[in-house]
């Protein structure tokens, strides 16, 4: 009985070190998949077997994970081609927003078509990034307004947006936004939701949008080209979030930080260490929070220790990533979308 045990003490063992063993990358091989003289900033992976994108002069488009074939369309509003720097998608629907007067966001309709279902024109708008926290609900941050962020809803599947009064919103910091640069200023997991600013805080609702809080990060803030550019969530306690100077790409210091208690505090990462400013930050999925991958124009960052360290694996500059599974992202910026191997 005792070494039957003894046996069962030393499966368990084995199979938990087996469960924690996590993978380690020390190279990347770049494919470039889809090329054209756009500039891609938003991206999303649909289903596992394709790879929507919007961008500049008004072009979206589908790109097969598999065969790598491309479509791509131009969407007009009268003459005006739109820049479209956020995505989103639905079991059923593709979303994209441009960013300035007008901001327009379009959904996949029945035809095929894509209907505009929310238009805001003000000389001050500014759409940033966007969202779904599942089929019915979504969510688009835009720059503050009247003394709050513009924060849109939607609770029917994007038939139709509501934006969200100041009043249900805390104060807006002078001029506070987000950046429009790889459509990673929103992470929602269940019913909670963060957002990054160009003031170096974290807007936090733990309710899908019904109500807000604010909590700070040491991210630097203080010049407009500062703040947080993007972050990420492996689950609803652990998130990192990155950011820098894009004028002033060089400098690594109160520019990355991590939070353990779902977003209420945050530390300093690898503070005057690599990685420099960059764009947008993922965890690598099925790596238990350890691994991380940051992108911009600036290369592409690994880290394997929660953001402890980082090693640069390329030099290319990129705007955005995604990942489609634990080894294999897609990454997107100026004039290309490319498959990332990670080895």
């Known amino acids: 009985m005792r070494t039957y045990f003894m046996f069962l003490v030393l499966l368990v063992t084995v199979s938990c070190a087996k469960k924690k063993e996590i993978k380690t990358f020390d190279s990347v091989e770049i494919e470039t998949v889809f090329s054209d003289s756009l500039s891609f900033r938003a991206i999303e992976i649909m289903g596992g077997n394709s790879l929507a994108f919007a961008a500049n002069k008004g072009a979206y488009g589908l790109v097969d994970l598999k065969s790598h074939q491309v479509m791509v369309n131009t969407q007009l509003y009268d003459t005006i081609a739109p820049e479209f720097r956020a995505v989103a998608a639905t079991s059923t629907d593709f979303f994209m927003l441009s960013v300035s007067n007008p901001a327009l966001l379009y959904k996949t309709g029945d035809t095929g078509i894509m209907e505009l279902v929310y238009k805001e024109e003000d000389e001050k708008v500014f759409y940033d990034a966007m969202t779904f926290w599942n089929d019915q609900e979504g969510i688009a941050l835009g720059d503050s307004m009247d003394g709050c962020l513009s924060i849109i809803i939607t609770r029917n599947g994007g038939k139709t947006w509501r934006k969200l009064p100041c009043s249900a919103l805390p104060a807006s910091m002078t001029d506070e936004g987000a950046f429009a640069a790889s459509n990673t200023n929103i992470k929602t997991v269940g019913d909670k939701t963060w957002i990054g600013t160009t003031g170096g805080q974290i807007y936090f609702s733990e309710n899908k949008g019904k109500t807000w809080s604010v909590f700070e990060t040491p991210i630097a803030s203080a010049e407009s080209t500062q703040g947080i550019y993007s972050l990420d969530f492996y689950d609803e306690n652990l998130g990192v979030?990155?950011?820098?100077?894009?004028?002033?790409?060089?400098?690594?210091?109160?520019?990355?930080?991590?939070?353990?208690?779902?977003?209420?505090?945050?530390?300093?990462?690898?503070?005057?260490?690599?990685?420099?400013?960059?764009s947008c930050v993922q965890f690598v999925p099925n790596a238990g929070g350890n691994a991380l991958v940051a992108v911009g124009f600036t290369g592409v960052?690994?880290?394997?220790?929660?953001?402890?360290?980082?090693?640069?694996?390329?030099?290319?500059?990129?705007?955005?990533?995604?990942?489609?599974?634990?080894?294999?992202?897609?990454?997107?910026?100026?004039?290309?979308?490319?498959?990332?191997?990670?080895?």
């Open 241 to 278: 979030a990155i950011g820098g100077d894009y004028t002033k790409p060089a400098i690594n210091t109160a520019n990355k930080a991590i939070t353990r208690d779902g977003g209420k505090t945050w530390q300093l990462l690898a503070d005057g260490k690599e990685p420099n400013y960059k």
């Open 301 to 343: 960052s690994y880290s394997a220790d929660a953001g402890g360290s980082w090693k640069q694996l390329s030099d290319d500059s990129f705007y955005t990533i995604r990942f489609l599974n634990d080894s294999i992202a897609y990454a997107a910026g100026k004039n290309r979308i490319a498959k990332l191997k990670f080895k």
